[in-house]
């Protein structure tokens, strides 16, 4: 692994993305440090899911680079940026709806081979018992935890895990906090989530994102709540 000095193992430079015609994200500077866990926040449409699709290689950004691990990653393609370790887990929950919770998992890493059963039964016990059910018979949250446990099964240093929190009962909610804070034992996680309760719980720091541009990053854990409603009105 090739972290930097200060520990930085994802950075975001000066990063424009466009849909088209039409701009959506606007000189994006943002980074993360090994272990960290970063919280985005904003308003729908702000351009969260966006930032996250350019780190994880959906959307090639206009302007900026995106150091990842030592290396400048944008123009990579999705699944070679996944196989350097860096995950995403998307805000649909997308399972593979005919196959079942063990095939589902087992795709995410057929190109690496790398399996860590143990890590994702520790952290989802409930996924075991529903090992052999179909991807279209499992509920919400189950689909959720399918979906962070398909990211964490091959020991990722970068987790972007896109909405975790979107239609779940506020007790699964808490479960997924104390989650995210075990996995950044390992791995380095920036969570996108319109629940600000949850991300005052989870996020050492937060970034603000307001029509496309980041306009507050806040590091004081007492204010993170607080700061983090600005970007809404
Ligand atoms: N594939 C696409 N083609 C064209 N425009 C898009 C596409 N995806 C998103 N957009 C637009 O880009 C802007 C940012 O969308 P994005 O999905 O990044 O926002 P978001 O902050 O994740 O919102 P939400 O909280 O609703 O998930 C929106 O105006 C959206 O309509
Ligand atoms: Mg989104």
Redesign the pocket.
Known sequence: MKISENNVILQVDNVDAS??E?K?LFDICLKLKSRERVAIV??????????LKCIAGFVKPTRGTIVYDGMNIVGKRPFEIARLGLKYVH?DKGVFQDLTVKENLELSSYATGDYNWDRVFEYFPKLKSLINRKGANLSGGEKQMLMIGRAILGNPKVLLID?PTEGLAPGIVNDLAAVFCELSKASALII?D?NLSFVSKIAQRVYA?KEGRIVSEIKDEQSIKEAAYSCYL
């Open positions: 849909y088209g039409s959506v904003g308003r729908n449409g702000a351009g969260k899911t966006t930032l805000q909405e996108v319109q994102v």
